[in-house]
């Protein structure tokens, strides 16, 4: 390889061969470019190398590996390989120099090598030189000439031109014609560089020694080994005509735009002839030894006239060259050259090619991001094949230009998805040509979502009424927040912020659903305990890391009708007796007492009123319906009863409404002698109340249970005996009576202590002194004697019955 051949001065050459190579980096905004240059000659094997790119442009193997190094042409033949392990081009198809380049020199194509991350963009350019393997060739295998004995000496005639598809000391370098005594050879240069021959007479022909000849053109190129090619040469001699037709330019040049019709006239060439008559008459035409030149151009025999028959194109040949002779009838022909040049118009759109093209893009991306590389290309010349690109509508990307006809697509302002998820970025390549033509490309980018956004409640505070007295679980309210991220980064989740109510946490009543945001009580509410709960949710994204937002949830407790009213005055008490006094000299309005209750309850579930259920006399007393004041109604007389007993309901006004109720014990008496004597059996009244019918079936149910038990325990224990005395008359052991302590006998004669407790109750009048048994056992008596002169008396006493159990006990 021509980069390759002396490694050992790499280091002491490394200027000169920056220079001879082409090897430069650019550093253009995020971009690294370079370029490099190799030579290889065409028809290598698959597989040859090409050259270390690796190396020779500084990069680490390893960096061509992650980069994704890869190579991009644009074309549909890709002559090489990169092989990512090595570093190294290799040929990847058979490089033909002249299928690929022709006969232009020197013969190169070119190629991208980019890498990612960051983005790297290194142009290679790879020259293929030619190898000696075409020979020299004509289009036809022989040539005919029929030339009059008359001809004089000097006079030319053009011979095929050979077409060698190699260039450089391969091509065509010389021709030789065979061995003769009329003819010589005189070869041209044509301003191609191409190389022709005319055959020249030298010494007159003469018909009547040789009527033909028979003569033989070489052409032979400068390869190693050299190669040739032949074509035969036949003359006919006719007989005299003296003048040769000749032109009166040797050079024609003429134009013509590459899009002209066919038919189109060109040029018009002329050539005269001194004869006369029929040797004079002049007929031209095209030479046959230009390959298919005859097929694109032709000329009118009789006017000289050169038209265009076939389809022309700048961007493949820029210019002809047409070989025309003129002949007399005589077979005298003179020959001359038009050059015609293409001129281009711009008849080619530039050609986007995309290089490299990054989707999707980080919302984060900074501005000045590479998104993606693109190369422009228009195969026209001049203005018409100078290129400019833009962006159609405006977006947050911008283009410019790297190396020529090369563009990156940047981003020039912040992304954000949430505001535009996708974008359709449109490039436009113009080209300065008259007119001007473009081609759009249409790229569709997506933005990637980063967690830069964190979740937004529906509402500022959120509030919500339950009822107390509710169901463990039920539902309450539902919070909602969005997140206008997207995936994983708007997955919402609901916590329950750490607070404490009256030392409590909050987790302890309520609780929220982590996917659906929904409160549930956990547990039955108390308004009477707390009124309101006030705490924080908290909206927490999926996105790493996690953002949240807070909002604060209130939930107002209404109050039920759960409390009935309790009543605070009278007091009343299990065993003492209160009773209000009414002096019998009481006017009518007289208030007696006043009941005082109150509900724990709210709003009108609060609103308590009074009314008088029961009363002795309900003639005498009223309540009122919002104080609860006791009042008496008309005048006191000496028939009213010293003892009156009122019962007062109290009912708050909640639905259903809830009631208490107290009696009020009320003396009519001037004097508290009089009432002492009147409330002495006040104290069994107590006893008197609306539960006396269940505690009487619970003591029957419990004396039924005890009667059973026994039974069964006095006929198992029979049954016992019964067995143990039959075992005891069979056996011949001594039979030792036991007794339990404290009894005599074991056979029933004896007696079983008892233990009875009794109780006197004494007043200062003796009439109503009382005795009264209680059961078997221990029992401790409270007397309270209403009166202030009363006395109490806590009497227990133990009395063993031996006789009877039944025996009268006598209290003097």
Known sequence: MDFDKDRTLRWRFCYRLLLQNGIFLLFLGHIVSGQIRYSVPEEMKKGSLIGNVALDLGIDIQRLRSGRARIVTGENMQYCELKTDKGILVVNERIDREQLCGDETPCSFSFELILENPMELHHVMVEVLDINDHAPSFSQHGMILTIGESAAPGARFVLPTADDPDVGVNGLQDYHLSTNENFILKKHLSTDGKKYAEMVLEKPLDREKHPSLALKLIAVDGGTPQKSGTVNIDITVLDANDNAPVFNQSVYKATIMEDASVDTSIITVNATDADSGSHGMIDYSISKMQGNIENIFKINKTTGVIYLIGQIDYEKIRKYEIRIEATDQGALADSSKVIVEVTDVNDNSPIINVMSFTNPVSEDSPPGTTVGIINVKDLDSGENGQVSCTIQQNSPF???????????????????????????????????????????????????????????????????????????????????????????????????????????????????????????????????????????????????????????????????????????YPVQTGGSLVAEMVPRSADVGYMVTKVVAVDVDSGQNAWLSYKLQKATDRALFEVGLQNGEVRTIRQVTDKDAVKQRLTVIVEDNGQPSRSATVIVNVAVADSFPEVLSEFTDFTHDKEYNENLTFYLVLALAVVSFLFITCVVVIISVKIYRWRQSRILYHSNLPVIPYYPPRYSDTLGTGTLPHVYNYEVCRTTDSRKSDCKFGRAGSQNVLIMDPSSTGTMQRIQSEKSILDEPDSPLEVS
Not at 403 to 430: C, F, M, Q
Not at 446 to 463: E, L, M, W
């Open 398 to 568: 911008k283009i410019k230009s790297t190396l020529r006809n090369y563009y990156t697509i940047v981003t020039e302002s912040v992304l954000d998805r949430e505001g535009v998820s996708e974008y359709n970025i449109t490039v436009i390549a113009k080209d300065a040509g008259i007119p001007t033509l473009s081609t759009k490309e249409t790229f569709t980018l997506k933005i990637s979502d980063i967690n830069d956004n964190a979740p937004v409640f529906s509402q500022g505070q959120y509030t919500a009424f339950i009822t107390e007295n509710n169901s463990p679980g039920v539902s309450i309210l539902a919070v909602r927040a969005r997140d206008s991220d997207e995936n994983q980064n708007a997955r919402v989740s609901y916590i329950l912020d750490v607070s404490y109510i009256g030392g409590s946490p909050i987790s302890e009543y309520v609780s929220v659903n982590a996917e659906s945001g929904v409160i549930h009580a956990v547990r039955s509410l108390d308004y009477e305990q707390i009124k309101q709960l006030i705490f924080v949710v908290r909206a927490q994204d999926g996105g790493s890391p996690p953002l949240s937002s807070n909002v604060t949830v209130k939930i107002m407790i209404q109050d039920q009708n759960d409390n009935a009213p309790q009543v605070l």
